[in-house]
């Protein structure tokens, strides 16, 4: 069997294993801060609801934590491909340096525990559960995401910034400092960087939804709560993110120049170097089109220096140790479209704010919804150019400076094979997870219509929700 | 130091056996639960059993994957490397597994619910058979050490494999079964009670089968493992055994709560079983333990983060399942009725 399959399979696994990874890791990035925001966004609005004794607040709790159910189950799942494709498709990797690699993942594996346990208990407690302890069980789930995202984003900034291990004189592992794994020099910028990219996505990905309600002329009480929420959750991680994503984008020049050439796009080390929009290198290396704002990309490096900064080019890198020219592009365009998206969204949660400061509401044009409105996805976008940024720009690496991408690799050759059906699988399943969150919408809007009518008209009081628990059949006749 | 955290891997094998077993299980009565009409109501028990769990169940195959990379990553390395075929399809098993039973909750129309269900139950068949096809692969010496693949079909598609899959599966459901008896009965259900204790029955006489014929293969087909379980692992298999019959005659008597501890039991030990008899090799017989252990720090960290894990993530989980199993987690309650509603007008 394996002869007769063997000219089908003998196909170069690398491509096809970056392939692949690069797309799983798009696919669940998305569902990252759904669980991680989400679950903080839904307890404000659970607490507004016991606090305030607020039906629609109450009501919106209880949706998002269903719609959490589905959302966290994909991310669970996608997420445990990851850990398959870490062996699957780089076991050279995990061999060698799984005894460090591996330490931040089993800290991460604790968050995991306990965010399914208590998203469980926190879903399914609705009905029997006394409303403050009920709120209590969501507490863990906020903490565990935090920690997880902390502790996995920590694994990828070893990669970048690999310490605490010794190796022999064969390559082998064989001393571990699980602290300085851990605590490496990129954690502490890249997992802030990541958990306030969440929280933003997370945030601006919820209050989208509740946008587009409002443009379509839902514009009630429910629906404003609802936008409300996550939208300010989100704009205030942006200023901080501001904060961060520049603190961040120093420490690269400072301490990953190779990385920061890509993303600036400097061919040769030079100072005044300006900062250039858009465009790429040609076949020499030189940079050709997009728009040059004059000694920028210096000032930004080191303000107190100024123009005078010296940025290293690529030049002085070895060409087989840094990107390739293509490569180079796809950082930098990923660089550009962050900052560019992340200061229009910035620029929108200032209107956000200023209309608060100055007319006590939220905006209420209709150009600041559709700008909401596109913004969930402008956040995603954004999400994933940084990750772009980061990965691309790593290149020829997966562990900066001790192994290349390509010595890292599996052997099996029918890497393509699972790359397709891993790409049917996903797109299939994208698909469903929208049309099935859409279909649960539109039932409880058509229920809360119905129940509208029930109470005598649209302006009559709205029973609350847990009245409708009370009257509904059990649970038990009601499951499929 | 690396057996210590052999066995902190072995404790979650086993409880992944023990928890996610029985949830895939349940999918197989999912799948073999007859027409959308006939089979309404034990999947609505399915539901209902394994709905609130199910994930923190799983949580278990991330730590076993989690603690072989960590502290043993070369013999994590080998078994990624040969057996691809089984990992992928498990894995790509585990996306639909899970995505099409959290799906299917919440559409209303029969036929995604039927498409969705069909998707959820055959993984829930496929996932276990792979899991336990890489098992037997392992135990039979088919995964080689040091940087070189196995045969990637044969190393998986041998005796020991076949064996090993068969055996996870039907052990799966029978553990499904036993759980899904009292869980009924919690429900008030007194037909779903007698149908699954049936079920219970019948696949603990298969999974008592198929463990027999498995010693005879297991002689022929992976020496080591079988010389194993007949001298060091011997009180463990006994164990098994004395457990299952035991299950078994409480079943047949209607039942009594002990059947699903001794069912427990029953599964627990081959587990364990398994473990002590490929011991001190974790690729048996290229690789040794002590051979695969990470360095002193790193196997630390394991075993600091497990007693954190015992005294965070055990009372966890162990206040989910006491909730669970005093009825306290109902189905979200967001429009309750509504699905009824739909079902008559349509």
């Known amino acids: 069997m394996a002869s007769a399959l063997g000219w089908v399979l003998a196909v170069n696994p690398v491509p096809w294993a970056r392939a692949q990874m690069a797309f799983t890791l798009a696919f669940h990035i998305v569902l990252v801060p759904l669980g991680v925001a989400w679950g903080f966004i839904t307890l404000i609005a659970n607490w507004r609801a016991i606090k305030k004794n607020d039906a629609d607040a109450l009501r919106l709790a209880q949706r998002w934590s269903k719609y959490m159910a589905v959302t966290f189950a994909v991310g669970a799942v996608s997420g445990t491909v990851l850990s398959f494709e870490f062996g699957l498709l780089w076991p050279r990797f995990m061999g060698r340096f799984g005894d460090a690699f591996g330490i931040p993942f089993a800290i991460e594996g604790l968050f995991f525990f306990l965010e399914a346990i208590f998203l469980a208990v926190y879903i399914y407690g609705w009905k029997r559960l006394k409303p403050w302890p009920h709120f209590w069980t969501g507490v863990p789930i906020v903490i565990a995401g935090i920690g997880g995202t902390v502790s996995v984003v920590a694994a990828n900034a070893w990669m970048n910034e690999p310490a605490g291990f010794t190796l022999n004189s064969a390559g082998k592992v064989v001393d571990v400092d699980p602290w300085d794994v851990i605590f490496n020099k990129a954690m502490p910028l890249q997992s802030l960087h990541m958990l306030v990219a969440a929280y933003l996505v997370g945030g601006f990905l919820v209050a989208s939804v509740y946008a587009f309600g409002m443009l379509r002329g839902r514009r009630d009480r429910y629906h404003r709560i609802g936008f409300l929420i996550p939208f300010t959750v989100a704009a205030i991680a942006m200023p901080i993110q501001m904060l961060v994503g520049d603190e961040m984008a120093r420490w690269v020049f400072n301490n990953e120049p190779v990385k920061f050439a890509a993303i600036e796009m400097v061919p040769k080390t030079s100072t005044d170097v300006p900062e250039t929009l858009f465009g790429h290198l040609d076949d020499k290396g030189q940079v050709v089109g997009g728009i040059a704002i004059p000694g920028l990309a210096s000032i930004l490096s080191d303000p107190a220096e100024g123009t005078s900064t010296q940025i290293q080019g690529l030049d002085s890198f070895p060409r087989d140790e840094r990107p390739t020219n293509s490569q180079v592009d796809v950082v930098h365009l990923a660089w550009d479209v962050m900052v560019g998206l992340g200061t229009f969204l910035f620029l929108l949660s200032l209107w956000y704010f200023a209309s608060w400061v100055f007319k006590r509401r939220m905006p209420k044009s209709k150009l600041f919804l559709w700008i909401a409105a596109a913004a969930g996805v402008l956040s995603v976008v954004t999400l994933e150019a940084g990750w772009v940024v980061t990965e691309v720009g790593r290149q020829p690496w997966i562990v900066r400076n001790y192994m290349k991408v390509e010595d890292a690799a599996t052997a099996n050759t029918g890497v393509w094979i699972t790359f397709i059906a891993v790409l049917l699988v996903y797109v299939g399943l994208a698909v469903t997870v929208i049309l099935v969150l859409r279909q649960m919408s539109r039932r409880w809007r058509e229920g809360d219509a119905e129940a509208e009518v029930d109470d005598g008209g649209p302006y009559g009081p709205r029973p609350a929700p847990e009245e409708h628990a009370a009257n509904a059949d059990d649970d038990r006749e009601l499951v499929p | ?346």
């Not at chain 2, 129309?109 to 890489?134: H, K, L």
């Not at chain 2, 040091?146 to 079909?153: I, V």
């Not at chain 2, 069912?263 to 040794?288: C, E, F, H, N, R």
């Open chain 2, 1 to 346: 130091m690396s057996d210590v955290v052999a066995l902190i891997l072995m404790v979650g094998i086993t409880a992944y056996a023990l928890f996610g077993g029985a949830d895939f299980g349940a999918g197989f009565w999912d799948l073999t639960a007859g027409g959308a009409e006939r089979g309404r109501t034990p999947r609505s028990v399915i539901t209902h059993s394994i709905g609130p769990v199910w994930e923190a169940n799983h949580v278990w195959l991330i730590f076993c994957l989690v603690v072989l990379w960590t502290a043993f990553s070369e013999a994590f390395a080998s078994i990624m490397l040969t057996l691809f075929v089984p990992l992928s399809i498990a894995a790509l098993g585990i996306v639909f597994r899970g995505s099409a039973f959290a799906f299917r909750k919440e559409v209303t129309r029969t036929s995604s619910q039927r498409n969705f269900g069909a998707a959820f139950a055959t993984s829930s068949v496929i996932v276990p058979f792979c899991m336990g096809a890489v098992a037997g692969a392992i135990a039979s010496g088919r995964v080689p050490a040091g940087g070189k693949a196995g045969d990637p079909w044969s190393s998986w598609i041998n005796p020991t494999s076949i064996l090993g899959g068969v055996l996870a599966v039907t052990v799966c459901a029978y553990l499904a079964a036993v759980y899904m008896v009292w869980d009924a009965r919690r429900l008030g259900d007194a037909d779903m009670v007698e149908y699954f204790r049936r079920r219970a029955v019948v696949s603990a006489v298969v999974a008592g089968i198929v463990a027999l014929a498995g010693i005879f293969v297991l002689h022929g087909d992976a020496t080591y493992v079988f010389h194993g379980l007949t001298s060091r692992a011997l009180p463990l298999v006994i164990l098994s055994a004395l457990c299952g019959i035991g299950s078994m005659v409480l079943l047949l008597r209607s039942g009594h709560r002990g059947a699903r501890l001794l069912a427990m039991g029953a599964v627990a030990t081959v587990v364990l079983g398994w473990g002590v008899a490929q011991y001190p090799y974790i690729l048996p017989t290229s690789m040794k333990l002590s051979a695969a252990a990470a360095p002193d720090a790193t196997l630390w960290s394991v075993v600091i983060v497990f007693v954190i894990a015992a005294f965070v993530i055990l009372p966890s989980l162990g206040l989910l399942y006491y909730l669970d199993q005093r009825d306290l987690l109902a189905a979200p309650a967001v429009e309750p009725g509504l699905d009824g509603e739909r079902e008559a007008r349509a």
